[in-house]
């Protein structure tokens, strides 16, 4: 596609439920990042993917989180057990490589436990 | 872990005033990024710095890339209300990892 959509934009969920926010990249992007805003913060980073390489999944907060990226293409970030300390709007970023210039977001999932 | 400081958090002006703001580092990156966040989206690149010492404009944006490759900054020249948002620097690694800064929020005053 043209850009980068994340889906759903909006989630509601109840505290202790398990959700998953969906990631389709701009095609032809190898490398996909995950970043974390909660309200009135900055861009914390989660995961990182670029091509077939292992993922760089420093950021990601507790063992609750994980995410995957099938066929190097769409990703998936998968919260289980969410708390509400896990609200937040939750973005993903694709660029053709390692380029920082190349850094495209989507429009984020604003995820609000309750 | 690495860490951008970011200033100011947030800045209220009049239209048509100048603005800057700026980023430091205790360690050195290879590139610095400016983005801008216009609510309920995600950030959009301004402008990308690759050399120390580099300055570039992009329209009323000026940005500079800090001769030590420590620190950058931002200026906006002549605001304009579409001006408002939250503006993030971020620095690039070497091993190609992006740190964001906390972001400085622009209000622009009627």
């Known amino acids: 596609g043209a850009g980068v959509s994340q889906s759903p934009s909006n989630k509601v969920t109840e505290k202790g439920k398990d959700v998953e926010l969906r990631c389709d990249p701009i095609?032809?992007?190898?490398?996909l990042y995950w970043y974390r805003q909660s309200l009135g913060q900055g861009l914390e980073f989660l995961i990182y993917?670029?091509?077939?390489?292992?993922?760089?999944k420093s950021g990601l907060p507790s063992d609750r989180f994980s995410a995957e990226r099938t066929g190097g293409s769409v990703s998936t970030l998968t919260i289980q057990r969410t708390q509400q300390e896990d609200s937040a709007v939750y973005l993903c970023?694709?660029?053709?490589?390692?380029?920082?210039?190349?850094?495209?977001f989507g429009s984020g999932t604003r995820l609000t436990v309750v | 872990g690495q860490q951008l400081n970011q200033s100011p958090q947030s800045m209220f002006i009049q239209e048509g005033e100048d603005v800057s703001m700026n980023c430091t580092s205790s360690?050195?990156?290879?590139?610095w990024l400016w983005y801008k966040q216009d609510p309920g989206e995600g950030p959009v690149l301004l402008i990308a710095?690759?050399?120390?010492?580099e300055l570039t404009s992009n329209g009323r944006l000026t940005a500079q890339f800090g001769i030590t490759r420590k620190d950058s900054f931002l200026n906006i020249s002549a605001s304009i209300p579409s001006d408002v948002g939250i503006y993030f620097c971020?620095?690039?690694?070497?091993?190609?990892?992006?740190?964001f800064g906390k972001g400085t929020r622009l209000h622009i005053l009627p």
């Open positions: 710095l690759y050399k120390a010492g």
């Open positions: 970023a694709s660029s053709r490589g390692r380029e920082g210039r190349g850094y495209t």
């Open positions: 971020a620095g690039q690694r070497r091993d190609d990892k992006i740190i």
């Open positions: 993917f670029q091509g077939n390489s292992a993922p760089d």
């Open positions: 360690s050195i990156f290879n590139t």
């Open positions: 095609s032809g992007h190898t490398a």
